[in-house]
């Protein structure tokens, strides 16, 4: 019987990790170490316009447009292994809010919606494992630098009380930060 239930807890994992793995990429260079700023290694707070079409499935509804406030911060990271600095992308908009961070090879989506954080986060171990369905394409400009980020195929996120939003493929963000 015991070795039944250690049977069933070990296939449970096996299935979780299999189920994560089509949503992450592992032990690639990601498209975001393409920014100017992913080597920046100050605390730095700038202005930023953001754009957003966000479509989730539950329920069925598209949130964002254009944000209300927006910033892009760079955070030091003092007991820095595999990067010198945090990069976060901050839009508030009237009916959500977006934080998307960087760090290393790893990165974060969070989308609070309804006083409730849904999110998708890589950063934690060995910084090696990132978002895979996601689209980055970036465009310098003379005084800061723009991001797009378009979701490719259907990236689920989820709450801390287990309860689960499925961003659609099709959703994107834009960022436009000015130096």
């Given at each position: 019987?015991?070795?039944?239930l ?22 690639k ?11 920046y290694c ?12 966000i ?12 944000a ?12 820095s ?5 945090y ?12 934080n ?8 974060k ?12 986060s890589c ?10 369905n996601?689209?980055?394409k ?17 990236i689920p ?23």
């Amino acid at each position: 019987m015991k070795r039944i239930l250690i049977l069933l807890q070990l296939m449970m994992f096996v299935g979780f990790l299999s189920a994560q793995s089509q949503f992450l990429e592992y032990y690639k260079e990601p498209a975001f170490i393409a920014s100017k700023y992913n080597d920046y290694c100050k605390n730095i707070v700038l202005k930023m316009q953001s754009y957003a079409i966000i479509q989730i499935d539950e329920p069925p509804m598209v949130l964002g447009g254009n944000a209300d406030s927006s910033f892009f911060k760079v955070e030091i990271e003092p007991d820095s292994v595999y990067d010198c600095s945090y990069k976060i992308y901050s839009a508030q908009f009237s009916n959500c809010s977006i934080n998307y961070t960087t760090y290393a090879f790893a990165d974060k989506l969070s989308i609070t919606y309804n006083n409730k954080e849904y999110s998708l986060s890589c950063i934690d171990g060995g910084m090696d494992v990132h978002i895979k369905n996601l689209s980055h394409k970036y465009k310098s400009l003379k005084n800061g630098e723009e991001l797009h980020v378009y979701v490719t195929e259907d990236i689920p996120l989820m709450a801390k009380d287990r309860s689960e939003i499925v961003l659609q493929k099709g959703s994107f963000f834009f960022f436009s930060i000015s130096d």
